[in-house]
């Protein structure tokens, strides 16, 4: 990460304040499990998380598989792989969500963990929608799909050729049709309730 910062710097570039605008939650770790970093995203999600154990941030039925695993993987004794977790809201509970994490490495050691978070993608199959699902607008409908494709307000603007403030009343709005705290949380609300449908393209691990 640091080679690639630096060669951003060349172009003049500042991926830090790039990172901090990507609207899915990305942090990083030290070797203890201490949140170093955080970008804007997942602030939201888990406020005052720098300098703070990561576990802090789990359900409770979470933090002992999480510690097991975690320190096996900073031992290089387990893989980085995709995993569903369910971490706490600041307002009370629980959200849950995919993580792809990868090693930090200085020479041959592991000396931290970069990790993006996304909504959950449930089983569409597995339960039928919620009988109390909300009416939104075409335009509610519309922002909500952009939320769903991991699209920037400033992206959302030029797409809909709307300044980037009206957005934002858009999306506040389509928040509190929801009931939902984040954008994060309105996508996966709204994957719950069959507002949004899985994408038909395969994911790749």
Do not use: C
Not at 31 to 39: A, E, L, P
Not at 87 to 96: D, I, K, M, Q, S
Not at 111 to 120: D, E, L, N, T
Not at 187 to 200: D, E, H, I, N, S
Request: hydrophobic share 40%; charged share 25%; glycine share 8%.
């Amino acid at each position: 990460m640091v080679e690639l910062a630096e060669k951003v710097a060349e172009l003049g570039g500042d991926i830090h304040g790039s990172l901090q605008e990507v609207p899915l939650p990305m942090y990083v770790l030290d070797r203890k499990g201490v949140i170093v970093w955080v970008n804007d995203a997942a602030e939201a999600i888990v406020p005052g998380a720098i300098g703070r154990k990561y576990t802090e941030a789990l359900a409770p039925d979470q933090v002992h598989s999480a510690r097991r695993i975690f320190a096996r993987r900073i031992m290089g004794q387990a893989p980085f792989t995709d995993h569903t977790t369910t971490v706490r809201l600041p307002e009370g509970g629980r959200l849950e969500v995919d993580v792809s994490s990868v090693p930090l490495r200085k020479g041959h050691q592991i000396v931290g963990v970069f990790g993006v978070m996304r909504p959950h993608e449930p089983d569409l199959d597995a339960a039928p929608a919620s009988p109390d699902v909300p009416t939104l607008t075409p335009r509610q409908a519309e922002v909500l799909r952009m939320l769903g494709s991991g699209m920037t307000t400033q992206q959302m603007a030029d797409r809909m050729g709307l300044s980037p403030e009206t957005v934002r009343n858009h999306v506040k709005a389509t928040l509190g049709e929801l009931n939902a705290k984040s954008r994060l949380e309105a996508v996966l609300t709204a994957y719950r309730l069959g507002l949004l449908q899985r994408p038909p393209a395969s994911r790749e691990d």
